[in-house]
């Protein structure tokens, strides 16, 4: 059987992408800074990350640039994906089910492969998911051995505080580097956010930072009655830093967590927790050349411009005010 035709390709959550939420329960893996940025979603867009790196070379302070996944994507020339390589490898980097997926051996998946290991959920069509899997494909053949390798050495989450934000950094929700859980469509449901406060009570965060489910959303949670102290709690999904996140804006996006608030028009939205400032903050580039880019790696007719082309020429339906949301 064929990805192509396999149901569970692209769809499935291998068990090695799963780790329990009180791994977060920890001291914080990386030192604490005052300006962190958290960049998922880049897709290989080289616009975007040079635009990224001049922007965060600008901050001042103890900072740290994370890249939580999915860096790699429609970087099918094998010099723009080493190039991409490179630049996001000089900061920190997690792996996302797009790296984990790069990184694998064909033959290390005794039963289902996974495919892309996107792990989409229902409402994702399946001829996207089966031209997901044929991306991962292409990708592959773009990469090195020595690439592959230093991408499966990647983690698939991180600590970290930003002053007395205490912070969970991870690609997909704090059960698995590819979940749905902290994806805008299953924040809307009372029942599965009861279910997140759970998982917050036992990885002892105030809040994570996510990416992978490509729709931004900054969702504030009421802490659980019975805590001694029920402080709220936060998600921050960047949804994409390589493609436009709302219709009619060509920004990507990524989330700054500071001591200090960002001043500036790119801020496109965030909130205050104490005295640390959370924000969507725009990366902006020529929506002209980021389509040209694309287009020549990716002509009509080609799997990323079938799943992918409108989106970046006109956003998604989604507008900024429904990515931040208070949980009262």
Do not use: K
């Not at 901050?59 to 860096?71: A, I, K, M, Q």
């Not at 996974?114 to 409402?123: E, K, R, S």
């Not at 580039?285 to 002509?299: E, I, S, Y």
């Not at 411009?305 to 931040?324: E, K, L, N, T």
């Amino acid at each position: 059987m064929t990805l192509d035709h396999d149901p569970a390709a692209g769809r499935s959550c291998p068990l090695h992408y799963r780790y329990l939420p009180e791994v977060f329960a920890t001291p914080p893996t990386l030192d604490p800074v005052d300006v962190l940025y958290v960049a998922g979603g880049l897709y290989g867009n080289e616009l975007a990350l040079e635009r990224l790196l001049a922007c965060f070379a600008a901050e001042r302070g103890r900072t740290r640039l994370v890249f939580n996944g999915d860096f790699h994507w429609f970087d099918a020339d094998p010099d723009v994906f080493s190039r991409v390589q490179r630049g996001v490898l000089a900061h920190t980097a997690l792996r996302g089910n797009v790296e984990t997926e790069l990184a694998a051996e064909a033959e290390a998946h005794a039963d289902a492969d996974p495919g892309c290991g996107c792990a989409y959920p229902d409402w994702v069509d399946d001829q996207v998911v089966a031209r997901s899997n044929r991306i991962l494909r292409r990708l592959r053949a773009a990469s090195t051995p020595a690439q592959r390798a230093e991408l499966a050495a990647l983690p698939m989450w991180l600590r970290l505080d930003v002053g007395p934000l205490r912070l969970g950094i991870v690609h997909g929700d704090a059960q698995s580097l590819a979940g749905w859980g902290f994806a805008q469509e299953h924040l809307r449901d009372p029942v599965h956010r009861d279910r997140l406060r759970a998982w917050f009570r036992q990885a002892r965060v105030d809040a994570f930072a996510s990416s992978h489910t490509c729709l931004p959303v900054f969702q504030r949670l009421r802490g659980a009655p019975q805590a001694c102290a029920a402080q709220p709690h936060w998600i921050f999904n960047n949804g994409a830093a390589g493609m436009p996140n709302f219709t009619g804006d060509p920004a990507g996006l990524l989330t700054r967590v500071a001591l200090t608030p960002f001043v500036g028009a790119r801020r496109r939205f965030g909130v205050r927790i104490g005295e640390v400032f959370v924000d969507a903050i725009a990366i902006d580039v020529d929506p002209r050349q980021a389509q040209a880019r694309f287009l020549r790696q990716w002509p009509p007719g080609s799997d990323a411009y079938a799943s992918y082309f409108q989106r970046i020429v006109q956003g998604p339906r989604y507008r900024a005010d429904d990515a931040i949301r208070r949980e009262e």
